[in-house]
């Protein structure tokens, strides 16, 4: 895009879908962008900025310079909870979209006044990987037996079983309409000048590279703020967005502060992700009865679906939230395991902040975020589940102890430990993605 101050190199508009783990990476990658003397304009929908508590929106004055404008996805008022479904509400996207924006895979960016346009992954580049091969039919749909039984056999990757699919490929036709979002970012892929992705070179390195030679990709991660990581970017401590109200934050941290060093499970599944009651129930029982000290958030909307009385019979260790600063608490000393849904956001979070973890996987990419973390990683287990799906509050309690007080435990935790190292490094002066991102700035300066 034309650069219309002398005062900064380039400008450039980071296009956001509405959803808070697509918007806080993409925000971090532009706070890394203005590191470069990038001026960014952050775009989304009308909904999700006038949902947004006003205290949680990052200052133009801190960081600058950022900006934000919006679109309409056809809900203006209440975005996904007003359109009652997420097919009801991307068929509205997709029509309002186009007309309201500046798509950056369009034949008429140059009329469009784009000088030259990128995807940005914030999926790891494996769970993508395994995602074009299905859009390309080289891995077909449903599996067969005989995929199921010996395993699937992917370029770069390590033999997956089924279960280690994403949700949308291993329950085929569970949800087809997220499916066919997953295949359609492939659709245009090739019009692109760059494309991003929010990991780092030294954690995917072999499937990184393989998609290097289809694809102009650049890592750009761990999109994770730099005062937790480089500490290049000033007062930059969190994302700087958040859906949820923070009235816990003093509380979570005053009760983590009392607590002996790595002796607290940290339990989250992150903002969409939803248990049922019985496993409310079996996660509940399962926390008390490893009779550790446990900090778990339970989000206003899941509060109802926890045992009668439960939050006056849990053990004394216990502390229950409705939200908590999670990074805050990840790189709070007290904590010495994270249970968690292996969202990618909260996987990196994580491993960024040398925290071993119990994955329960829940949907989407969240299985195979978890076959990384235990089987190349190393960084963590997995809960054991029935044929339903269901974990027990025996798998809780025996998960959460073999990190906390088991020999593979103590390895996990040195894992952990090399691999936030690695992430620091990444995103420090010199670092694989660092390099990445000044390579891009300097592209994107010649062609402004």
């Known amino acids: 895009m034309e650069n219309q101050n002398t005062n900064f190199l380039a400008h450039c508009l980071v296009l956001a ?13 532009s706070k890394r962008l203005v590191q470069k003397h990038v001026k960014v304009t952050l775009v989304s ?15 133009n004055s801190n960081n600058a310079p950022i900006t934000f404008e919006t679109i309409s996805d056809g809900f203006d008022e209440g975005g996904f909870v007003e359109a009652g479904t997420y097919d009801s509400y991307m068929d509205h996207l997709q029509a309002c979209g186009p007309p309201n924006a500046l798509w950056a895979c369009s034949e008429d960016r140059g009329g469009l006044g784009l000088a030259c346009g990128a995807m940005f992954f914030t999926q790891p580049c494996a769970v993508c990987a395994i995602f074009f091969h299905v859009h390309q039919n080289l891995l077909k749909l449903p599996l067969t037996e005989e995929e199921k039984e010996s395993g699937i056999s992917l370029p770069a990757l390590p033999l997956l079983a089924d279960s280690d699919l994403p949700s949308f490929l291993y329950r085929y036709g569970s949800y087809p309409r997220f ?3 997953a295949l359609d970012q492939f659709t245009n892929i090739d019009r692109v000048d760059w494309v991003f992705a929010n ?14 030679k289809i694809w102009p990709l650049k ?41 002996p060093k790595g002796s607290v ?60 600063p999670q990074l805050q608490v990840l790189s709070h000393e007290a904590v010495g395991c994270f249970v968690t849904h292996c969202g990618w956001n909260s996987t990196l979070e994580a491993l960024c902040l040398g925290v071993p973890m119990v994955g329960v996987p829940q949907w989407t990419d969240q299985n195979t975020n978890a076959k990384f973390v235990k089987d190349v990683w190393k960084i963590g287990i997995t809960a054991r589940v029935d044929e339903k799906g269901c974990f027990t509050r025996e798998e809780v309690k025996e998960c959460v102890k073999e990190i906390m007080e088991g020999e593979r435990g103590k390895e996990m935790k040195e894992n952990a430990m090399y691999w936030k190292n690695m992430a620091r490094n990444a995103v420090d002066e010199g670092g694989s993605s660092d390099k990445n991102i000044e390579e891009f700035v300097a592209r994107l300066v010649l062609r402004s």
């Open 199 to 212: 990991t780092f070179y030294e954690l995917e390195q072999e499937v990184v590279e393989w998609m290097r």
């Open 45 to 59: 929908t009308i909904s999700f900025f006038k949902n947004l508590p006003d205290k949680h929106l990052i200052s």
């Open 219 to 259: 890592t750009i991660g761990p999109t994770v703020p730099s005062m937790l990581m480089d500490k290049r970017i000033k007062d930059d401590t969190n994302y700087g967005i958040s859906l949820f109200n923070n009235n816990d934050q003093e509380a979570c941290i005053k009760w983590l502060d009392d607590k």
């Open 265 to 324: 499970v940290y339990v989250s599944f992150g903002s969409l992700a939803t248990l049922s009651e019985n496993q409310m129930e079996e996660m509940g029982m399962g926390l008390n009865e490893s009779e550790c000290y446990f900090l778990w958030v339970v989000r206003s909307s899941e509060e109802s679906k926890l045992p009668k009385d439960f939050t006056k019979t849990m053990s004394k260790k216990g502390l229950l939230v409705t939200w908590c």
């Open 179 to 181: 499916l066919g979002w």
């Open 17 to 29: 879908f509405p959803a808070q783990g697509h918007i806080s990476p993409a925000l971090q990658f």
